[in-house]
């Protein structure tokens, strides 16, 4: 009975013992869900979780840079047209004979056209951002927000292009659709634009405020969707911090304590092993003590 019961007891520290050894040198406290059901099913669900979120961070990223790549070409366009508006204002005088004009209206047709060449072509991976394609069906309505074709929703209903930026899939919260207005000349009113004389340039210098105006509204709501977007990089980064600092806590290894387990372990075995040659040794001392 006694080497039996010494036999028990070294099982179980050697259990104990193989516990602490997987723990130290994996770095962790649950390696298998035996080790604790419960902690694991925690830890499992934050690790999904920690997931969803570094996608959804990555997904944010790649939204940031669509949108400066449409801003970098509005900026490009935001030249032209301040151009265009120059060579109508210039135009515009009496003084110019018709030549002058024929000669400031070339210019002010190939501007005209590298502007709606730019908005007809920009695009980041595959989508065409300033074509119109993606632009809302209607100008807003909102009398207080300079928004024009340009909009937030929650739902697709203009070909808006999507935004996840969320670990779940919650409208409103983790997606949202986007529309950006086009910038081609047509959209811009500016396609029988010419300053081939005082008239014509008269009425491109108004047409040109508008088209600026469009332009400016527009370059903002990028800029403003682009800081929303890093805002909400920054928040998934802080949540991102914390429930890894709390997976950490449930599943991996307390190194400190594992050593104090692993050298008890240790002490167990080796107490163990000389208590059960003891036991063996016994019942020989017994019998000859009986001869």
């Known amino acids: 009975m006694l080497s039996m019961s010494a036999q028990r007891s070294i099982w179980t520290t050697q259990t104990e013992l193989d516990k602490s050894v997987q723990r130290l040198s994996t770095g962790l406290r649950i390696n298998n869900a035996e080790d604790d059901p419960t902690g694991l099913g925690v830890s499992e669900r934050m690790r999904a979780n920690l997931a969803g979120m570094g996608e959804a961070e990555k997904n944010a990223n790649y939204d940031v840079n669509m949108m400066q790549t449409a801003e970098g070409s509005l900026g490009v366009i935001d030249e ?3 151009r265009m508006r120059a060579i109508a204002v210039q135009a515009s005088n009496g003084i110019l004979t018709t030549l002058d004009r024929k000669v400031a209206n070339v210019e ?5 056209s590298e502007v709606d060449r730019i908005a007809k072509t920009t695009n980041y991976n595959g989508f065409y951002l300033l074509d119109g394609s993606h632009a809302a069906a209607t100008a807003s309505t909102d009398t207080t927000l300079a928004l024009g074709f340009n909009s937030v929703n929650t739902a697709n209903t203009d070909n808006g ?3 996840h930026i969320g670990e779940n899939n919650v409208a409103g919260q983790d997606y949202y659709y986007i529309n950006l207005g086009g910038m081609t000349s047509s959209a811009l009113g500016l ?3 010419n300053v081939a004389d005082t008239a014509s340039a008269q009425t491109a210098v108004d047409s040109l405020i508008t088209a600026i105006n469009s332009k400016d509204t527009e370059r903002t709501f990028i800029g403003s969707m682009v ?4 805002n909400t990089i920054l928040n998934l980064k802080i949540s991102e911090e914390n429930a890894t600092a709390s997976e950490s806590t449930i599943r991996d290894t307390d190194f400190a304590a594992e050593m104090s387990n692993y050298t008890r ?3 167990l075995m080796q107490t163990g092993v000389s208590m059960l040659s003891a036991a063996n040794q016994l019942p020989n001392m017994i019998a000859q003590l009986v001869g």
């Open 161 to 163: 292009i999507k935004f």
């Open 265 to 267: 372990a240790q002490v």
């Open 227 to 230: 800081e929303r977007m890093q």
């Open 80 to 82: 032209k047209l301040i």
């Open 191 to 193: 396609d029988s634009l």
């Open 108 to 112: 002010f047709q190939q501007l005209k």
